[in-house]
């Protein structure tokens, strides 16, 4: 089993890349963050990616377009339970999930 750095190291670089991708969805609470983004410019594959906090337990799955549409509307479902401050809309906010992950070395 990879250790916690590790998988921050993953899921950082992932979370990297679904900013750079649109159309994305990345949201992060005290409990995990997640990434939601396509593979390519395709947008025939899409990837799900989370890592839970403070275990830093780490999943990324491939996934077709259909099933990455019910996921975010189950991601979106938690939002009354979270906030909708916990959607990651700005640099700054970015910039915190990624000084969370650090935490996880």
């Known amino acids: 089993m990879a250790d916690k750095a590790e998988n921050a190291k993953k899921f ?13 969805f990345i949201c992060s609470n005290d409990d995990y963050a997640y990434c939601l983004f ?12 989370s890592i839970t906090f403070p275990d830093g337990s780490f999943d990324k799955k ?4 259909n099933i990455a549409i019910a996921l975010l509307i189950e991601e979106l479902k938690v939002l009354p339970t979270y906030g909708a401050d916990t959607i990651v ?4 906010k970015l910039d ?8 996880l070395v």
Not at 12 to 24: F, I, K, M
Not at 38 to 49: N, R, S, Y
Not at 62 to 65: N, Q, R
Not at 96 to 103: G, M, N, R, Y
């Open 96 to 103: 915190q999930v990624a000084a969370k992950l650090a935490t």
């Open 12 to 24: 950082g670089a992932l979370l990297a890349d679904a900013w750079e991708n649109t159309p994305s």
């Open 38 to 49: 396509p593979a390519d410019e395709t947008k025939a594959k899409w990837i799900e990616a």
């Open 89 to 92: 809309n700005s640099k700054a």
């Open 62 to 65: 491939e996934i077709e377009p």
